[in-house]
């Protein structure tokens, strides 16, 4: 192709999901801030759907849903080196697990290159992290028996993590009265 038209690109420049991470159950707004990286062509008619990709996990395919409005803008023109912004709320699935999933940016816009009105398509994937918030219990303490004094005895005590997240570096310590142990922590 000898033509000087170079095909005009769209790139997220920024995006904010309002903090370290979102919460699973927990809507959010996603702000993103886009440019039309050509110097000479602007983009007309554009269609940019938000959604999640496609994945062969279950998980992921439906991380996140839009919540209060629909995943696709219209965007009729952009000039060259323009920038616009767009927010979406979108809703982390509550069960989803914590770690980081993809949300896709689709595009279909055209442009007019040498003359003739293009078609042109493209896509992009950001990355936000969902964490699950702790949810850890300690069950009642159960005696084997009756305890006489000078007589050791056995305590079982359960330790229950009822969030989605693992628990790390669980301590213990032992407080009370009238009891000694080899080790209290």
């Known amino acids: 192709d000898k033509s000087n038209a170079s095909k005009p690109q769209i790139i997220i420049e920024s995006y904010d999901y309002g903090g370290m991470s979102v919460v699973g159950g927990q809507e959010f707004t996603l702000k993103m801030t886009f440019r039309n990286t050509s110097r000479e062509t602007a983009i007309e008619n554009m269609k ?3 959604g999640n990709p496609a994945s062969e ?8 849903t839009p919540a209060k409005s629909s995943n696709t803008f219209f ?25 980081s999933y993809g949300v896709r940016i ?4 055209e442009a007019v290159l040498n003359n003739a009105r293009q078609e042109l398509s ?17 069950s009642d303490v159960v005696l084997s028996g009756p305890i ?8 079982s ?8 997240s693992s628990v790390y570096n669980l301590s213990v310590k032992l407080e009370g009265e009238n009891f ?4 209290m922590d």
Do not use: H, W
């Open 75 to 99: 965007i009729e023109r952009i000039g060259p080196g323009e920038t616009f912004s767009r927010e979406i709320a979108l809703y982390p699935k509550a069960d989803a697990s914590p770690k």
């Open 148 to 155: 006489y004094m000078g007589d050791s005895a056995s305590l």
């Open 157 to 164: 005590i359960s330790y229950v993590n009822m969030g989605k």
């Open 180 to 183: 000694t142990s080899g080790d």
């Open 122 to 138: 493209d896509e992009e994937t950001i990355s936000i992290p969902l964490t699950q918030p702790d949810r850890f219990e300690v």
């Open 57 to 64: 996990s279950d998980t992921d395919v439906a991380a996140f």
């Open 106 to 109: 689709s595009y279909k816009y």
């Open 48 to 50: 940019m759907t938000v």
